[in-house]
């Protein structure tokens, strides 16, 4: 089986003046989204929460895509959380425990900076956990991921990829620009230079944890304002068509000409 990574257009891009005009159009799309499943423009009693998860290499955009995703809503309407490393209290548990008070309620929406694919994606490349755990674990985040979408929640999942010489563009500016240093670590360079066992397991990933309960969405995002009217209307779409599968009357939409 080949690299679902390797059929990515990563060449499609978006003007500026046209990456804006859709952007703001997404942001008021989604808004009024928000506010019909959080109850605020009338009953909508039992509306799923929205979750959305951003995995991708570093550099890759999430930051970008999460900013434009998240601005156009009131701050007291979404819970951005970054997963960063298991705390010692969280690493005597069961690897999806932590990230049970971050899920959204019925009505709610949290947006995971990385999320629990790290068991996937880190710990399998830095052999922190062997592969015959590493396969057990995918399966139990299916399991996981199916009982959130069977209890109310609409889960949209982004891999946001990006090209070698690309990612090295990228660093390099961070590097250069005073204000972006701060972005760049030692870190980063390590597991930049662990790319090709990275692009294995992402592989691997998707390939085992790709369902239609929570399908991955791969983003080509070497043009980054193409990636963010991506990101938006993509999770407008899935948003849509999940309320309507409940069974919920979707407020209509002035046309979006959705990207995916």
Same mark, same amino acid.
């Given at each position: 089986?080949?690299?679902?990574?390797?059929?990515?257009? #990563?060449?499609?891009?978006?003007?500026?003046?046209?990456?804006?005009?859709?952007?703001?159009?997404?942001?008021?799309?989604?808004?009024? #989204?928000?506010?019909?499943?959080?109850?605020? #423009?009338?009953?909508?009693?039992?509306?799923?929460?929205?979750?959305?998860?951003?995995?991708?290499?570093?550099?890759?955009?999430?930051?970008?895509?999460?900013?434009?995703?998240?601005?156009?809503?009131?701050?007291? &309407?979404?819970?951005?959380?970054?997963?960063?490393?298991?705390?010692?209290?969280?690493?005597? &548990?069961?690897?999806?425990?932590?990230?049970?008070? %971050?899920?959204?309620?019925?009505?709610?929406?949290?947006?995971?900076? *990385? =999320?629990?694919?790290?068991?996937?994606?880190?710990?399998?490349?830095?052999?922190?956990?062997?592969?015959?755990?590493?396969?057990? %674990?995918?399966?139990?985040?299916?399991?996981?991921?199916?009982?959130?979408?069977?209890?109310?929640?609409?889960?949209?999942?982004?891999?946001? &990829?990006?090209?070698?010489?690309?990612?090295?563009?990228?660093?390099?500016?961070?590097?250069?620009?005073?204000?972006?240093?701060?972005?760049?670590?030692?870190?980063?360079?390590?597991?930049? =230079?662990? *790319?090709?066992?990275?692009?294995?397991?992402?592989?691997?990933?998707?390939?085992?944890?790709?369902?239609?309960?929570?399908?991955?969405? #791969?983003?080509?995002?070497?043009?980054?304002?193409?990636? *963010?009217?991506?990101?938006?209307?993509?999770?407008?779409?899935?948003?849509?068509?999940?309320?309507?599968?409940?069974?919920? %009357?979707?407020?209509?939409?002035?046309?979006?000409?959705?990207?995916?």
């Amino acid at each position: 089986m080949g690299n679902p990574l390797d059929d990515l257009d #990563l060449s499609q891009q978006l003007s500026s003046a046209e990456s804006e005009k859709r952007v703001a159009a997404a942001q008021k799309r989604l808004l009024h #989204l928000r506010l019909f499943s959080a109850g605020l #423009l009338g009953p909508a009693a039992g509306a799923p929460g929205l979750l959305v998860l951003f995995e991708g290499f570093d550099a890759a955009g999430k930051g970008g895509a999460i900013r434009r995703l998240t601005s156009g809503l009131d701050p007291r &309407h979404v819970r951005v959380v970054p997963i960063g490393v298991p705390t010692p209290e969280e690493l005597r &548990h069961h690897f999806l425990w932590r990230f049970s008070p %971050s899920l959204p309620g019925r009505g709610g929406m949290t947006v995971y900076d *990385r =999320s629990w694919y790290g068991r996937l994606l880190v710990e399998r490349v830095e052999k922190l956990i062997d592969d015959e755990t590493a396969k057990r %674990s995918a399966t139990e985040i299916v399991d996981f991921e199916d009982s959130l979408v069977n209890d109310g929640v609409t889960l949209v999942k982004f891999w946001l &990829h990006i090209s070698e010489e690309e990612q090295l563009k990228r660093f390099n500016d961070r590097a250069s620009t005073p204000s972006k240093q701060w972005k760049l670590t030692a870190e980063d360079w390590r597991n930049r =230079s662990l *790319r090709p066992q990275y692009l294995s397991a992402v592989k691997d990933m998707v390939a085992s944890t790709d369902h239609s309960h929570a399908h991955w969405d #791969l983003v080509a995002a070497e043009d980054k304002r193409f990636a *963010r009217v991506f990101v938006l209307e993509t999770v407008i779409k899935r948003f849509e068509r999940d309320l309507e599968r409940r069974g919920f %009357s979707v407020p209509e939409s002035r046309g979006i000409n959705y990207l995916a």
